[in-house]
């Protein structure tokens, strides 16, 4: 029997509580039944979103809330500013060009966090931008852009909004919607929040609002103004994924119960756990500055194949992490720490880790990480 561990930037494991919530009885999301358990998802979403906001929920992937959130509030030939330092700032781009925007991206070198300066500087040089783009946690690079820092440069600029996507960052970093200016900001159920995938979340402000009722981008599902209209009566404007939502808020009663700076707590202790127990192996990350509290990304040691090392962790040890993607593929791997996640979550990966570098080969004393982490972790 091999037992398994899931260890991956999303999906991410569940706790007990919330899968006993998914099997209670279904009830129907138009019946009076359902009105209370909405009500109560959606205040929860608006404390964890630190926001006075109403937060969307949306039945699709945390994608489907990025196309949303190009597609309401944006036109065609609209000039948009797209932070491109991975895999999901390159989505960003092929959203906003699928719907025919005028995309002038910051390219930033995988590994590396944009520097805030460079945005105030595209900003200040072309007055037609009307929206940045940016991830909070460029999941697959494990850096965090400083998302406070770009808040206040973009509220300097009337006419320009400030989109987020914080589907990997959301509870693993503290993000404050409102305080910092973020006028969209998307989340997804299978990374922080604990919850199995199927919806996405999306805040968005009074400005955004402002500016979708200049949107002429086609849409019909991801239509947020008419799931604003819905939510107001408690309901969303299709079918509800009435299982998913009665397991959110089950997912939020326990955050809530933890405190939200705990929570950011949690991850931050974990993470840096984790990165300094795998230098304690020897081994170089591959976020060179500005790592994130979700994932950590590591370069595979020279010939070995970074996928390789995701494989082996999976087929022989039952543990699942991350490899690369993209131009990264091969030559890193990732573990995560997010969401439903402890200390010996971060044991079991490291001493996994450790035994699949010396079964390929790579000196490695075992039990050098394991110390390093349980040094930090029980402090």
């Given at each position: 029997m091999l037992k398994r561990y899931l260890l991956a930037p999303g999906p991410t494991p569940v706790p007990p509580e919330v899968l006993l919530s998914m099997a209670a009885p279904i009830i129907h999301h138009r019946s009076p039944d359902f009105i209370p358990?909405?009500?109560?998802?959606?205040?929860?979403?608006?404390?964890?979103?630190?926001?006075k906001n109403d937060v969307l929920i949306i039945a699709s992937t945390g994608t489907g809330g990025m196309v949303g959130a190009v597609n309401n509030f944006f036109s065609a030939g609209e000039k948009v500013l797209v932070v491109n330092g991975g895999k999901f700032g390159e989505r960003w781009t092929k959203i906003c060009r699928s719907y025919g925007l005028d995309v002038k991206e910051i390219e930033v070198e995988w590994g590396y966090a944009v520097k805030p300066e460079d945005i105030e500087s595209a900003l200040e040089s072309d007055k037609d931008i009307k929206g940045v783009f940016i991830q909070a946690c460029e999941t697959s690079t494990g850096v965090y852009h400083d998302i406070e820092a770009v808040g206040n440069i973009v509220k300097k600029h009337e006419d320009v909004l400030f989109i987020v996507d914080a589907i990997s960052a959301l509870v693993a970093h503290d993000i404050k919607t409102d305080e910092w200016g973020i006028d969209i900001m998307v989340g997804g159920s299978q990374k922080g929040l604990m919850l199995p995938p199927g919806l996405a979340f999306v805040s968005v402000?009074?400005?955004?609002?402002?500016?979708?009722?200049?949107?002429?981008?086609?849409?019909?599902?991801?239509?947020?103004?008419?799931?604003?209209?819905?939510?107001?009566?408690?309901?969303t404007n299709f079918t509800s994924s009435v299982t998913l939502i009665i397991a959110l808020n089950e997912a939020i009663k326990l955050l809530q119960k933890e405190g939200l700076e705990?929570?950011?707590k949690r991850h931050a202790r974990l993470a840096h756990a984790t990165r300094e127990a795998v230098k304690?192996?020897?081994?170089t990350m591959y976020t060179k500055e500005s790592p994130s509290n979700s994932v950590t990304a590591v370069e595979a040691p020279e010939g070995i194949d970074g996928q390789l090392i995701y494989k082996t962790l999976r087929e022989k040890y039952g543990i699942t992490?991350?490899?690369?993607?993209?131009?990264?593929?091969?030559?890193?791997f990732r573990i995560a720490h997010l969401g439903y996640a402890d200390?010996?979550?971060?044991?079991?990966?490291?001493?996994?880790?450790?035994?699949?570098?010396?079964?390929?080969?790579?000196?490695?004393?075992?039990g050098s990480g394991v110390a390093k982490a349980e040094e930090i972790l029980m402090r």
């Open positions: 358990v909405l009500e109560s998802a959606k205040n929860g979403l608006k404390w964890l979103f630190q926001t402000s009074e400005k955004a609002w402002k500016k979708a009722e200049t949107s002429t981008a086609p849409r019909f599902y991801f239509d947020f103004k008419k799931e604003r209209e819905s939510l107001a009566k408690n309901q705990n929570v950011f304690a192996l020897g081994l992490g991350a490899g690369g993607q993209g131009k990264a593929r091969g030559k890193i200390t010996f979550d971060v044991i079991t990966a490291i001493a996994g880790l450790e035994m699949v570098l010396k079964s390929l080969g790579h000196p490695v004393t075992l």
